[in-house]
């Protein structure tokens, strides 16, 4: 048995059938060099790289990497913001049949060294402005070498658009100390690679999984589970060599690795790149290089759409526009698509499957919607209690089946064995998402397992309750926590920022009031907190945990006090 509900709605146009090819994730660079030498490969900042220019450089670097001592299968950290760099720096990996360990470039100290002993990597790939991080395990004996990328070095520095603080202060010369190579003296070394030889079974990138407890942990992909995701986003929503992608995602990230980087370049697109979002740059780096594709999370259309100078941007030349991390709100959609004239499509997945395993049809769209499975993807709803399959509109956890699955985490056999289980002759991979599907076969996320809040025995969905709030005209971003409550165990509430023209009026009382009006009485917020900006990892999401952390800290500080 094989979920097959949402076939009567996949789009004419596209083929059921996904064929994935027999090679690396590297080789699909190699493939565009070789059709597309002269054509404009990454953008950033004024300054247009090719891709003849981008295949010379992977090569010196993959070359400078083996004279390291990095050998086919070994880890290397790769710790930078968006820039050429990154692009480079990741390919190099591939080309040096290495494997890519993406970190987040908020990270510091501490969770370095988590990545290093996890990994066993000793050669990390890092901006020169995080240096100051990685120069301790390098003194305490954990790294061998750093080359430190000063990103302004790829950048035209005439450029009307100038580096965000502090890329823009950056000199290369100050790119020293023990271990540390800079950039420009590995690409001008003159190593060559050896011939590539790792295949679609090799293990190609191990993007870390934050969970919802412990430490980050290693999700394992081969260039087969890559490539699946990277062609099957390619065939289902097609792109060639005349497209130009706007890559606000931070490429670290999944979503922003396969649909701002690794799509692109296997159909030999344009990148132009940007190291750190804002919303006027953006749009006019839109006007600028007459982008066709932007890929984004819901925070980032959320915030253009909240400029008060949207109305005056020419984002004309877009013609597809979507994302996820988090469901479109329904007000922030109809703008979108008030603006633009696109619907804004919304796609599903994790680190564990390496991008999207659901996306919603292009032609026939919903919003606050994950999307339908897409090639070969079998998944269903479980209850989570009694693991009995549920049906149409029931609530339970969403389960994958798919060629994208990861192959385990890194080093965590138990961990692996939790996720994992057997059902219909299939193994299935437990999301920790709670979700539903219609009756067309749409799937609809409800909330994460354990982000449910139980008031006095009312289940409260914050994902819900924030796609409602957001309806109101004086909210820019609201996110919806469980707070202790002695009464009820848990109580609803809400960390909210006002829109710009609301920010000296709106009171606490104005927004309990106005959900009162619009959802039942059990889901709505009993306190209200105001803020400039909810706390964002790199990648963009909420952090809604920290949120709820920092509330039950304070509260406990409260009742210690009393």
Not at 162 to 173: K, Y
Not at 307 to 321: F, Q, R, T, W
Not at 504 to 510: F, M
Not at 523 to 549: M, N
């Amino acid at each position: 048995m094989t979920f097959d509900r949402h076939m009567g709605v996949w789009p004419a146009n596209v083929s059921k059938e996904l064929d994935v090819p027999a090679q690396s994730v590297w080789q699909n660079l190699a493939d565009s060099v070789a059709r597309y030498p002269e054509r404009p490969a990454l953008i950033y900042h004024g300054r247009t790289i090719t891709y003849a220019e981008l295949g010379d450089m992977v090569d010196k670097l993959a070359g400078w990497l083996q004279a390291q001592g990095v050998a086919k299968g070994d880890r290397v950290l790769l710790y930078m913001q968006n820039a050429p760099q990154f692009v480079v720096g990741y390919y190099a990996i591939l080309r040096s049949d290495a494997v890519v360990i993406p970190v987040n470039p908020m990270s510091r100290h501490a969770e370095l060294e988590h990545y290093v002993a996890d990994t066993g990597a000793n050669v990390v790939l890092a901006g020169q402005d995080l240096l100051p991080s990685l120069i301790p395990l390098i003194e305490e004996g954990a790294l061998k070498s750093v080359l430190a990328a000063t990103c302004g070095d790829l950048a035209d520095p005439d450029c009307d658009i100038p580096l965000p603080a502090p890329l823009d202060q950056l000199d290369p010369a100050d790119a020293t100390g023990r271990g540390v190579t800079r950039w420009a003296d590995a690409m001008a070394a003159g190593y060559a690679p050896t011939p590539h030889t790792a295949g679609p079974d090799d293990l190609c990138v191990i993007p870390y999984s934050s969970g919802t407890t412990g430490q980050p942990k290693g999700c394992m992909h081969t260039h087969y589970t890559v490539q699946v995701t990277n062609k099957g986003g390619l065939q289902w929503n097609p792109m060639d060599e005349n497209d130009i992608s706007l890559a606000t995602l931070p490429l670290f990230h999944v979503t922003g690795m396969q649909n701002s980087m690794n799509g692109p370049i296997a159909s030999g697109g344009t990148i132009v790149l940007m190291s750190r979002w804002n919303r006027a740059t953006a749009a006019e780096l839109i006007k600028r290089h007459r982008v066709t594709r932007w890929r984004s999370i819901t925070t980032m259309a959320i915030d253009l759409v909240n400029d008060p100078d949207v109305d005056s941007y020419d984002l004309g030349s877009l013609n597809a526009i979507g994302g996820g991390g988090a469901a479109m709100p329904e007000a922030i959609a109809k703008r979108l698509k008030d603006i633009t004239g696109l619907d804004y499509i919304e796609g599903y997945g994790m680190s564990e499957t390496i991008a999207a395993t659901h996306t919603n049809p292009v032609q026939a769209p919903k919003r606050q919607c994950l999307g339908i499975p897409m090639f070969d993807v079998d998944s269903r709803v479980m209850d989570v209690e009694t693991g009995v399959e549920m049906g149409p509109g029931e609530v339970g956890e969403i389960v994958t089946h798919a060629r994208q699955v990861f192959k385990g985490y890194w080093n965590r056999p138990e961990e692996t064995a939790k996720v994992f289980f057997e059902h219909d002759g299939k193994t299935f991979f437990r999301t920790g998402d709670l979700g539903y599907y219609d009756a067309e076969g749409y799937f609809f996320m409800v909330d994460r397992v354990k982000r449910m809040i139980n008031a006095s025995g009312f289940k409260v969905w914050p994902a819900e309750v924030e796609a409602l709030m957001h309806h109101n005209p004086d909210i820019a971003e609201v996110c919806i926590i469980g707070a202790q409550d002695p009464r009820r165990g848990e109580t609803v509430k809400a960390y909210v920022v006002p829109t710009p023209a609301a920010k000296s009026r709106l009171t606490e009382n104005d927004v309990i009031q106005w959900c009162r009006s619009e959802m039942a009485a059990y889901k709505c917020p009993k306190s209200v907190v105001f803020t400039d900006a909810l706390p964002k990892s790199g990648a963009g999401k909420v952090l809604w945990r920290e949120l709820t952390e920092r509330d039950a800290a304070a509260s406990q500080n409260t009742q210690e006090a009393v």
